[in-house]
């Protein structure tokens, strides 16, 4: 059963492209780094100020459709784990930290589950040491905008990397992977989840299984679209049954699901681009997730198939 059914980021409703510049909902106000460095802080601020506000306008038009799963653009808060410009919340004064917890007030009272996915960039694996000290500045920041809102320390607000590349030895990134995670705070650690791979040179679900939830406890994303090209050998029920073991009691498995773009447009082989819309919901074999759609056309994507209670 699919208990929620969300998208990630933008709202094309409210700040999509038909939408005046000017009146744009949007989380993902951002600057060059030219910007932030010419107008310093206080620019800075009135920035995360912004996209405070909008996410709350965001989550209670989510409400008043019955959506209650949210991925948060990681432009939410700019430059704030750069090496040079970075800062913490606190820094940027009493207004900014109250419009985010008035979000995370929302979002308990109401159910909501909000989730992150920091970008390919962070490498936990990587065999580079300045990257992986990026990587775990970069997580951590995540993890102290999300204590910001007042979200749990739990996987329900899960922090969703990849592994990030195998290097030519797949066992021993691997094993970075886990050492590195180990350096993480607590706060980082305690939401951090990881997703299969859309390439067979990279790691499947029984990869991950096997190599980094038995080490570190890390609870696997399972996403349906990346299975395709990355089995590990297994089906995709069994892929699946498998990520979704690995979750704690208590806390709903989050899943991914995209479909090809390659199909939408008629043609025969699948590729790993995701389609603007869905066709349809993924079957959940049984077991009740929550769905994170990864269709470019967003929340227009799921709102024909967002109703609580679908049976996947």
């Not at 204590?147 to 969703?160: E, M, S, V, Y």
């Not at 704690?248 to 819309?277: A, F, Q, R």
Request: with cysteine.
């Amino acid at each position: 059963m699919i208990r929620r059914l969300g998208y990630a980021c933008i709202n094309m409703t409210l700040g999509g492209p038909g939408v005046a510049k000017s009146q744009r909902v949007t989380t993902n106000r951002t600057c060059r780094l030219a910007t932030a460095r010419e107008l310093g802080m206080d620019h800075i601020r009135s920035l995360v100020l912004a996209n405070a506000r909008d996410l709350l306008t965001i989550l209670e038009w989510n409400e008043s459709q019955g959506i209650r799963l949210f991925r948060l653009s990681s432009d939410m808060c700019p430059f704030i784990a750069h090496p040079e410009m970075g800062y913490h919340i606190s820094d940027l004064g009493e207004e900014v930290s109250e419009a985010l917890a008035a979000c995370g007030r929302f979002a308990l009272d109401h159910g909501h589950r909000i989730s992150s996915h920091p970008g390919p960039f962070n490498v936990l694996a990587s065999p580079n040491p300045q990257v992986v000290d990026n990587t775990i500045r970069e997580l951590d920041a995540h993890a102290a905008v999300f204590d910001a809102i007042g979200l749990p320390r739990d996987h329900n607000a899960k922090i969703n990397i990849h592994v990030g590349g195998a290097y030519g030895d797949p066992d021993a990134a691997l094993d970075r992977w886990c050492t590195n995670f180990a350096r993480l705070s607590e706060s980082a650690r305690s939401r951090l989840t990881v997703e299969n791979d859309d390439r067979a040179s990279l790691y499947s679900t029984r990869d991950l299984y096997d190599k980094v939830y038995l080490r570190t406890g890390v609870p696997i994303v399972f996403d349906y679209h990346h299975h395709i090209f990355c089995t590990g050998g297994d089906t995709e029920a069994d892929a699946l049954a498998l990520a979704v073991s690995t979750w704690p009691d208590g806390i709903v498995p989050t899943v991914h699901y995209s479909e090809s773009h390659e199909l939408h447009v008629g043609n025969d082989k699948p590729s790993p681009k995701h389609s603007i819309l869905i066709n349809a919901v993924p079957d959940t074999y049984g077991h009740t997730v929550d769905v994170m759609v990864e269709a470019k056309g967003k929340e227009l994507a799921i709102l024909p198939f967002h109703t609580p209670g679908v049976t996947g």
